[in-house]
């Protein structure tokens, strides 16, 4: 499945491909390497 992330600092809005077990784990920005937080909407 694929997730959607957003990075705390500069705001990149990116999609993660994992497998639901893992749907809450960290990701961290492609761009800068910064933390990012998921956005899931139900």
């Not at 600092?9 to 077990?21: D, Q, T």
């Amino acid at each position: 499945m694929r997730y959607p992330f957003r990075c705390a600092a500069c705001g990149l809005e990116f999609e993660v491909s994992r497998p639901a077990r893992d749907s809450a784990a960290e990701a961290s920005c492609p761009t800068d390497g910064a933390a990012a937080t998921g956005h899931h909407s139900h």
